[in-house]
């Protein structure tokens, strides 16, 4: 669903000594997660802020090859012209 096929992860292996771990890398597919939904949840304010981080959010949605199903911003304070930016960022 995400295009992810395996993810190279190190995983910690228990020994005799626990001072002493090993780790092992493996590569995970993450069936497990495979229809899970992956939302960002965005404290939104002033679009200074969200300006520099949306561009970060937009690579990360699946439509872009990222992992991101969707973005929720949550209104916290906030003028007029901020949230007009804001309906326009989710316009695209």
Same mark, same amino acid.
Request: aromatic share 10%.
């Given at each position: 669903?995400?295009?992810?096929? =395996?993810?190279?992860?190190?995983? *910690?292996? =228990?020994? $005799?000594?626990?001072?002493?771990? =090993? @780790?092992?890398?493996? %590569?995970?597919?993450? &069936?497990?997660?495979? &229809?899970?939904?992956?939302?960002? #949840?965005?404290?939104?304010? *002033? *679009? +200074?802020?969200?300006?520099? #981080?949306?561009?970060? #959010? &937009? !690579?990360?949605? @699946? +439509?872009?090859?990222?992992? #991101? %199903?969707?973005?929720?911003? =949550? /209104?916290?304070?906030?003028?007029? $012209?901020? /949230?007009?930016?804001?309906? /326009?960022?989710? !316009?695209?």
């Amino acid at each position: 669903p995400h295009g992810v096929v =395996a993810i190279p992860v190190t995983r *910690r292996v =228990a020994t $005799e000594d626990p001072l002493r771990p =090993a @780790c092992i890398t493996v %590569d995970d597919p993450y &069936e497990d997660l495979a &229809e899970a939904k992956i939302y960002a #949840l965005v404290y939104y304010g *002033r *679009r +200074s802020y969200v300006d520099i #981080l949306n561009a970060y #959010l &937009e !690579r990360n949605l @699946c +439509s872009n090859g990222g992992v #991101l %199903d969707g973005v929720i911003f =949550a /209104m916290v304070k906030y003028t007029m $012209e901020d /949230m007009n930016y804001l309906i /326009m960022l989710q !316009r695209r």
